[in-house]
């Protein structure tokens, strides 16, 4: 199934008018667009002024201090929740007449684990509520994220890396273009982090676009294409060497990414 | 036919019954709320008996307040489990008083011991055919709403983002419960009916790796409870509702223990 997010977003693609992403005719700013995003609970700011476009195809990791509101952005993203002033669009629709295209792996803490469910059933969730094919089918996305061989087990019987592999398999499984994962790296050994940053590599190169909530400051924030630092306001964006520079040292790196 | 023919049926079935209800309400957290919806049913059932309707439909109806009292009362702002507790927890209490408080007023005579606690002795006909109902009932909920219950359970966040119809699922829920624990008053009367829900609900979710096969093993293990609860009262002459809940006890601690001796 190595060929599976190929094999989807190629549909995608020629949906678009063409299989060449380079000859592709641009729609009215293709990706998805915050503008001017805003959002308050219970009087208290969370997000203000939040203004941003990600291309499909991009990686892009959001870095924040904890509490600086990259689960609400991320909710807000997939139109979870309703900003309190701005708009968020896909392709220039309204994310809220589109949310199926945009998927949303939830932080670790929010799935029971010691629910009855197997890994295979677990997977098969993200395609629930749409017909579409995503970008694997559950086999394809197990093998993808190396849980082929544990399909069939319980998902407490799954190491903290497995789990977390275990949710981005669901999210594979999603007919989504946009991918928005919620700290999926949290707590996890380094050869599982490598793994599933290549995982996300080869997702964005196959035309996903894909916005990693992180605490990653160091080397392993190389691997985006893209920096957003977010602490209720869009602290800095641009690349990884563009963001270091303009935050200018490792202590504003401890401060923002925790 | 034997007398205790019947009693043992509907011992049967309400042991059936009440585990698959409670698994579904163990997964998604809402236990409390099973509690509050069976303590809830005693305002509806004195006016029922007052204006000489239907217990079942007066209870029901009023159980079913209940739960959307307190789901109101919760509504709108975040909570902690504790503040959800207490709110839930005051609810119940607030409409078991009033059930109490209706009696004199309203001048009527309710047998208050069976209602809380169940009298399989006296069990009619058509209490097998409203418990056979509610069976057949959550049967059909449950394999309608299969899959959407195992999303709302493992993954309730995930499960909003996908656009599932998450407030009608929970009510239907309530719903359902509200169905089983007025079923379920004859046998084990609306005190205990939580034990007969819980018990062998964990029993049947350990280990197992699909909450069909959860739901089916703590099904499997009520009917035991329940059935073999009753036989045992009659062999020896004690109210078999009292009974079931300490067998239901009884496996918690056997099972746990057997666990931690292993």
Known sequence: MEGGPIRSMALFRRAQGTADPAKRIPLAMPGLRACGVSYHYSQQRVLHQITFHLRPGSLTALVGPNGAGKSTLLHLLQAQLQPSAGAVELDGVPVQRCRRRIALMPQKGEIDWHFPITVAEFAGLGRLTSPRPGCCDVDGALQRVGLGAMAGKRLDQLSGGQQQRALLGRTLVQPAEVLLLDEPCAAIDPPSRQLLLGLMRQLSDAGLTLLVSSHDWGPALNAYDRVLVLDQVLRADGTPDQVRHALDDVTMGNHYCG | ?262
């Open chain 2, 1 to 262: 036919m034997s007398w205790w023919i019947l009693p043992l049926l509907l011992a049967l079935l309400t042991g059936a019954l009440c585990p698959i209800s409670g698994t579904l309400l163990i997964v998604q957290g809402r236990v409390m709320q099973a509690n509050l919806i069976s303590h809830a049913v005693l305002p509806g059932l004195a006016l029922a008996v007052a204006f000489g309707l239907p217990t079942s439909v007066g209870g029901l109806l009023s159980s079913l307040l209940g739960a959307l009292v307190a789901e109101r009362l919760l509504d709108g702002t975040r909570h902690s489990t504790a503040h959800h507790g207490a709110v839930m927890n005051t609810v119940l209490a607030g409409f078991l008083g009033l059930g109490v408080l209706l009696v004199p007023l309203l001048g009527i005579r309710i047998d208050l011991e069976a209602t809380l606690f169940g009298d399989l002795l006296l069990t009619r006909p058509v209490d097998l055919l409203q418990t056979g109902g509610s069976l057949l009932l959550q049967g059909l909920f449950f394999a309608a709403c299969y899959r959407p219950l195992v999303f709302l359970g493992v993954d309730p966040v995930g499960a909003a983002a996908s656009g599932l119809p998450l407030r009608a699922l929970q009510l239907a829920l309530a719903g359902i419960t509200a169905f089983v624990v007025v079923s379920s008053m004859a046998a084990v009367g609306v005190v205990l009916v939580i034990g007969l829900m819980c018990a062998p609900a964990l029993f049947g979710l350990a280990g197992a790796t699909s909450l069909g096969q959860a739901a089916f093993r703590a099904s499997a293990t009520g009917m035991v409870l329940s059935g073999g609860g009753f036989l045992l009262a009659l062999l020896l002459n004690l109210p078999p509702g009292p009974l079931i809940g300490v067998l239901c006890v009884g496996l918690l601690v056997v099972w746990r223990g057997w666990s931690f001796h292993r």
